[in-house]
């Protein structure tokens, strides 16, 4: 049955959540939050840049002597399953505990779950954890929820996990079981650069931790990133120079910018 609650807060998102992912974009400036990141070693350099240049600070360490310390430092977690060795598994579990102890907002990422039956195993058992956001693709959703991805089938997944969905493609959508939006913004050559969707979910762990509507945080993100794509793409002569024009493109985005060219419904 279609809420009319539900159908109110969504008719309010679309008319205001450019202004939203302003107003994110410059708290994450004001407030620089701490992000602490288990990506994979290809991601590590470009994340951290990527979190530099939206006005972030970074932590990277592994070590399960000390990534409790860190994780309870920060203001959010990005739990990417990219590389999936021992060292990561052991490290998810101490900063998963810490993040669920002191109740701080995380993204799962799970990387090539579509590829091998271990890693969708563990990436299963981390949402019983309860992410703030699972931020994937087509191919990872259908590994997940054993069905294709759409609007109806990620607002059905959401909701029975209570966790948002932030799923990437042409269009990028957002669904947390009662709301949903579609982000259409964003560049070809983001699909050329290695971790450019690790870093994108880093950024989503960043803006969970300035924003507490965990949806609002994940649309406003995957916006950001999308109109930093578009930017950079206008001056890229290709993947190369596309890599850094991006992390130029994030520093210098303004309020302006985003809301002028944000494409939500």
Same mark, same amino acid.
């Given at each position: 049955?279609?809420?009319?609650?539900?159908?109110?807060?969504?008719?309010?998102?679309?008319?205001?959540?450019?202004?939203?992912?302003?107003?994110?974009?410059?708290?994450?400036?004001? /407030?620089?939050?701490?992000?602490?990141?288990?990506?994979?070693?290809?991601?590590?350099?470009?994340?951290?840049?990527?979190?530099?240049?939206?006005?972030?600070?970074?932590?990277?360490?592994?070590?399960?002597?000390?990534?409790?310390?860190?994780?309870?430092?920060?203001?959010?977690?990005?739990?990417?399953?990219?590389?999936?060795?021992?060292? /990561?598994?052991?490290?998810?579990?101490?900063?998963?505990?810490?993040?669920?102890?002191?109740?701080?907002?995380?993204?799962?990422?799970?990387?090539?779950?579509?590829?091998?039956?271990?890693?969708?195993?563990?990436?299963?058992?981390?949402?019983?954890?309860?992410?703030?956001?699972?931020?994937?693709?087509?191919?990872?959703?259908?590994?997940?929820?054993?069905?294709?991805?759409?609007?109806?089938?990620?607002?059905?997944?959401? /909701?029975?996990?209570?966790?948002?969905?932030?799923?990437?493609?042409?269009?990028?959508?957002?669904?947390?079981?009662?709301?949903?939006?579609?982000?259409?913004?964003?560049?070809?050559?983001?699909?050329?650069?290695?971790?450019?969707?690790?870093?994108?979910?880093?950024?989503?762990?960043?803006?969970?931790?300035?924003?507490?509507?965990?949806? /609002?945080?994940?649309?406003?993100?995957?916006?950001?990133?999308?109109?930093?794509?578009?930017?950079?793409?206008?001056?890229?002569?290709?993947?190369?120079?596309?890599?850094?024009?991006?992390?130029?493109?994030?520093?210098?985005?303004?309020?302006?910018?985003?809301?002028?060219?944000?494409?939500?419904?």
């Amino acid at each position: 049955m279609h809420h009319p609650q539900a159908a109110s807060r969504n008719g309010l998102l679309r008319k205001d959540l450019a202004q939203v992912a302003s107003d994110i974009l410059a708290r994450l400036r004001a /407030r620089a939050p701490r992000i602490h990141c288990i990506t994979n070693t290809v991601a590590q350099n470009f994340t951290a840049n990527v979190l530099l240049a939206a006005g972030c600070v970074p932590s990277m360490t592994l070590s399960p002597e000390e990534i409790g310390a860190f994780v309870a430092g920060a203001q959010g977690l990005l739990v990417n399953l990219g590389t999936f060795d021992a060292e /990561r598994r052991e490290a998810t579990k101490v900063a998963v505990e810490t993040a669920t102890q002191h109740n701080l907002p995380w993204v799962l990422d799970p990387v090539f779950i579509d590829r091998a039956a271990p890693r969708a195993a563990f990436a299963c058992d981390l949402i019983g954890r309860r992410p703030t956001v699972i931020r994937l693709n087509h191919a990872e959703f259908a590994a997940l929820a054993g069905c294709a991805p759409s609007r109806d089938q990620a607002m059905a997944y959401a /909701r029975a996990n209570g966790v948002v969905i932030a799923l990437s493609g042409e269009t990028d959508l957002v669904a947390d079981g009662d709301r949903v939006a579609a982000i259409a913004n964003g560049h070809p050559l983001m699909a050329k650069v290695t971790a450019m969707g690790c870093a994108g979910s880093a950024v989503l762990a960043a803006c969970l931790a300035i924003e507490p509507d965990a949806f /609002r945080a994940a649309a406003a993100a995957l916006a950001i990133m999308g109109v930093a794509g578009e930017l950079a793409g206008e001056q890229s002569a290709g993947p190369g120079s596309f890599a850094i024009a991006i992390i130029d493109a994030l520093h210098n985005l303004d309020g302006p910018a985003l809301i002028a060219r944000a494409r939500v419904e």
